[in-house]
């Protein structure tokens, strides 16, 4: 059973875009989520992550959107660079000791 | 300061030989996790140390795999008799303190049986 559902599961953009991934989760006990963003032949690099108490949260081009009420959290990336280019995988974690993360998005931005 | 590392980088095994994936997380993390990462699929939890030990191994896929951590730094990630649905990037990461949220990931070890 996944706990955290991602989509999509890949994505163009043209540079100067705004790229936007979804997550979803059932388990309200979740109190930490991440983004992390990997590029091929790393590991996944922390990228921004929100605890539930907050609505969004900004760090340069990067936002993270919460809806607590509808169980969704996204990631907007602004003026999208081709060196965004990277799959990004949202997670969700109680306590910080077991993250549950979703399966991937493929972001591809065109110069 | 170095990161987390992981050995060997590349592994090539065949079915039914045993495999040891190393982890060094980064001085002075207490905690440290394991991860399974499939072509094109995320990362699947197996298992998580808080110290040197493990209070949860349910994520573990079968009672092949294992894993240990001494010292309270280097974690071992054992699996007997490998099978090709073992293939994968076994990925593991640190943190400062368990329910440090902040994790660290390394490159980690592609594992191919055949």
């Known amino acids: 059973q996944q706990q955290v559902k991602q989509s999509p599961q890949s994505l163009i953009v043209q540079k100067g875009g705004i790229s936007i991934i979804n997550c979803a989760y059932e388990?309200?006990?979740?109190?930490?989520f991440p983004w992390y963003q990997q590029f091929p032949g790393k590991g996944p690099a922390l990228l921004i992550a929100?605890?539930?108490?907050?609505s969004e949260k900004k760090e340069g081009r990067f936002t993270i959107s919460f809806n607590k009420s509808a169980k969704q959290f996204s990631l907007h990336i602004m003026d999208s660079q081709p060196g965004d280019s990277a799959t990004y995988f949202c997670?969700?974690?109680?306590?910080?000791?077991?993250?549950?993360f979703g399966t991937g998005t493929s972001l591809t931005v065109i110069p | 300061g170095a990161g987390v590392s992981q050995s060997p980088s590349n592994k090539v095994t065949e079915k039914g030989k045993d495999v040891e994936l190393r982890c060094d997380p980064i001085?002075?993390?207490?905690?440290l996790y394991w991860y399974r990462q499939s072509l094109g699929q995320g990362l699947e939890f197996l298992i998580y140390?808080?110290?040197?030990?493990?209070?949860?191994k349910s994520g573990l896929p079968s009672d092949r795999f294992s894993a240990e951590r001494t010292g309270g730094s280097v974690s071992t990630l054992t699996i007997q008799r490998t099978q090709q649905e073992d293939s994968a990037v076994y990925l593991c990461?640190?943190?400062?303190?368990?329910?440090?949220?902040?994790?660290?990931f390394g490159p980690g070890t592609r594992l191919t049986v055949t």
């Open positions: 388990n309200t006990a979740f109190d930490y």
């Open positions: 997670a969700a974690s109680v306590t910080g000791n077991q993250f549950y």
């Open positions: 140390f808080q110290g040197n030990s493990a209070p949860d």
């Open positions: 929100i605890r539930p108490d907050v």
């Open positions: 990461a640190s943190s400062l303190t368990p329910g440090g949220y902040e994790q660290y």
């Open positions: 001085s002075g993390h207490t905690a």
